[in-house]
């Protein structure tokens, strides 16, 4: 079975530019959650969805948004953008709400010139 | 606020010599403790999950073991492939289920 899929797998932008990430849930699975990771630090949380509605949201700015769509996948959007956006854009899914294992995908890597 | 602090921040042994791992956490309400291990550029890969203390898990070389403010991964005799970096993180529940991580610890493992 396929894991978690997310697209693109590198993206560079220059300042004050948007993107979209996309992620794809392992199939059956309803949650997702976005996560950045800065190179040498861990994963910090920045959203959670679970059918559609926004759950949780950590400690980032509005220029980030997300949205869930009906068959669970999911895309992660960043305006304006700064240097300090430059990061690994990890995915993860679980199957239920409450569930506890989050499975990751790949990553985007996202340079900001 | 939550928090989970890896130590040592990298580590290096020799192939065949066993270590440990550690993991302090302060998370509300934990209803979960987890290690992922994080090869370069990739995404975190699932090791385990440790609900309540004194619980352990096993994994090939790697086991897992949980206190009330820590956890441990023990490494038995590691080999090169084991080099990587293992994350910690704590779930805390309540009104949504997200990940707080530690740093990680980098492991290299020489032949």
């Known amino acids: 079975d396929a894991g978690v899929t997310q697209s693109p797998t590198h993206l560079i932008k220059t300042r004050g530019q948007q993107v979209t990430l996309r992620c794809s849930p392992i199939?059956?699975?309803?949650?997702v959650s976005w996560y950045q990771q800065v190179l040498g630090q861990g994963p910090q949380f920045i959203f959670q969805y679970y059918e559609k509605e926004e759950r949780g949201r950590g400690n980032f700015p509005d220029r980030f948004s997300a949205r869930q769509f009906p068959n669970y996948s999911s895309e992660l959007n960043v305006n304006a953008l700064l240097l300090g956006d430059s990061a690994l854009y990890l995915c993860?899914?679980?199957?239920?709400?409450?569930?506890?294992?989050?499975?990751f995908g790949p990553g985007t890597r996202l340079t900001v010139l | 606020e939550d928090q989970v602090t890896q130590s040592p921040e990298a580590l290096r042994l020799q192939e065949g010599e066993s270590s440990s791992l550690n993991c302090s956490y302060t998370v509300s309400g934990l209803r979960g403790l987890f290690w992922y291990r994080q090869d370069p550029g990739k995404g975190p890969e699932f090791l385990f999950t440790?609900?309540?203390a004194g619980e352990e898990k096993e994994k090939e070389r790697l086991k897992a073991t949980l206190t009330k403010k820590e956890s441990f991964l023990h490494i038995t005799a590691p080999k090169p492939e084991d080099s990587a970096t293992y994350l910690c993180?704590?779930?805390?529940?309540?009104?949504?289920?997200?990940?707080?991580f530690g740093k990680g610890t980098l492991l290299t493992v020489n032949p």
């Open positions: 993860a899914s679980s199957s239920e709400w409450g569930a506890d294992t989050q499975y």
């Open positions: 993180a704590g779930n805390s529940g309540g009104s949504n289920y997200k990940l707080t």
């Open positions: 440790l609900y309540s």
């Open positions: 199939s059956g699975h309803k949650s």
